[in-house]
T-cell receptor
């Protein structure tokens, strides 16, 4: 089955700690994304990557970091510099070419800072 | 930049028809997409309009008018399971790998 997996589903963190959220895809997509979603709100882009070893900041990158060492994997680290990290985090991927216009989303990770 | 506006909430009864609007201001985009998200779940792709006009997929239809900077999602024969949030989205014409999402419309379907 092709798709995107995120782990863990729920994550609790103490203030001041860094935490890394996992995202893996087996769809052979070049592009991968991280979004943040707050209650009752839309999706805000944190980082995206168009190809291995390359990534760009989205609209709310401060306090976050990413890496793209493998095509299949795009982990997100929420650092202690992120002042309000409690949110629902969604990873997505899409083809980088052609006429497809769909993003495929993982099930999400709900992060709570205690 | 890109800006997409949607109503925050819509309520309709089972069996009815509902239209969810999306107005946008963009510097250029490839087309308008729609996603559905149930509470606590992941967004799933519903439809895409590359050109002006109506696209139909079963009970769902989507419309785009570039001259009016406007699109909508039409849901017919509403079912309780259609209660979810619906997002419009565009793909940036200057950066093919960048998407912008509206703030979402929460649809409440009542018996």
């Amino acid at each position: 089955d092709g798709g995107i997996t995120q782990s863990p589903k729920y994550l609790f963190r103490k203030e001041g700690q860094n935490v890394t959220l996992s995202c893996e895809q087996n769809l052979n997509h070049d592009a991968m994304y991280w979004y943040r979603q707050d209650p009752g709100q839309g999706l805000r882009l944190i980082y995206y990557s168009q190809i291995v070893n390359d990534f760009q900041k989205g609209d709310i990158a401060e306090g976050y970091s990413v890496s793209r060492e493998k095509k299949e994997s795009f982990p997100l680290t929420v650092t202690s510099a992120q002042k309000n990290p409690t949110a629902f985090y969604l990873c997505a991927s899409s083809p980088s070419s052609g006429t497809q216009n769909e993003q495929f989303f993982g099930p999400g990770t709900r992060l709570t800072v205690l | 930049g890109q800006s997409l506006e949607q109503p925050s909430e819509v309520t309709a009864v089972e069996g009815a028809i509902v239209q969810i609007n999306c107005t946008y201001q963009t510097s250029g985009f490839y087309g308008l997409s729609w996603y559905q998200q149930h509470d606590g779940g992941a967004p799933t792709f519903l439809s895409y309009n590359a050109l002006d006009g109506l696209e139909e997929t079963g009970r769902f239809s989507s419309f785009l008018s570039r001259s009016d900077s406007y699109g909508y999602l039409l849901l017919q024969e509403l079912q309780m399971k259609d209660s979810a949030s619906y997002f419009c989205a565009v793909r940036d014409i200057y950066n093919f790998n960048k998407f912008y999402f509206g703030s979402g419309t929460k649809l409440n379907v009542k018996p």
